[in-house]
């Protein structure tokens, strides 16, 4: 079975700054994906970022890039020049198998302060 | 297309009452998933249907509970004789069969047994 855990409940980031939330999970697949998904509040899920986990090289979408560590099981969000609209909740995830389900985490609050 | 949209968006009813949920995926995606979130957690997989076929069910998905995908387009979920334990928001989610499966989801419907 796939478990995802994220060990913070709430983070809180000063506007401007960087800030890193940590997942680890573990999973039986050979060919599966991370996911981190952002849930504003009374807003629908979107996605941020994804990693495939055969490439080696982390993935980046803009202020957003991940530490992918392989070996650990290790997938680390970190948001760089933080602004007031990251505030939300972040969701790690994993897919794998046939259906491509997604495994969630329980999720981080990154709270960001002006 | 504006993405996945979701019906009724809040459903409050009795214990022992049935519910029907509806949702609307991106019209070109075939696969659809719903998925249950309860408060402060993660949502969490309940069925996943590609096309028409529903292809996976959560032992989470008890016998009062169904789902359907008529032709392929939109989903409906069913719960019967509703109990305050189904209290959460339903959230649905689609996607293409590609790999890459990033899923899109809607706004969620938000129920609330009395």
């Known amino acids: 079975a796939q478990t995802v855990t994220q060990s913070q409940p709430e983070m809180s980031v000063q506007e401007a700054e960087t800030v890193t939330l940590s997942c680890t999970y573990d999973t039986s697949e050979s060919d599966y994906y991370l996911f981190w998904y952002k849930q504003p509040p009374s807003r629908q899920m979107i996605l941020v970022i994804r990693?495939?986990?055969?490439?080696?090289q982390n993935a980046t979408e803009n202020r957003f890039s991940v530490n992918f560590q392989k070996a650990a099981k290790s997938f680390s969000l970190k948001i760089s020049d933080s602004q007031l609209g990251d505030a939300a909740m972040y969701f790690c995830a994993c897919d794998g198998g046939a259906t491509n389900k997604l495994i969630f985490g329980t999720g981080t609050l990154l709270a960001v302060q002006p | 297309d504006t993405g996945v949209s979701q019906n009724p968006r809040h459903k409050i009813t009795k214990r022992g009452q049935n519910v029907t949920f509806r949702c609307d995926p991106i019209s070109e995606h075939n696969r659809l998933y719903w998925y249950r979130q309860t408060l402060g957690q993660g949502p969490e997989f309940l069925t996943y249907?590609?096309?028409?076929?529903?292809?996976?069910k959560s032992r989470l998905l008890s016998d009062r509970f169904s789902a359907e995908r008529p032709k392929g387009s939109f989903s409906t979920l069913e719960i019967q004789r509703t109990e305050q334990g189904d209290s959460a928001m339903y959230l649905c989610a689609s996607s293409l069969v590609l790999r890459s499966n990033e899923q899109f989801f809607g706004p969620g419907t938000r129920l609330t047994v009395l």
């Open positions: 990693q495939e986990a055969y490439k080696q």
């Open positions: 249907f590609q096309n028409e076929a529903q292809l996976e």
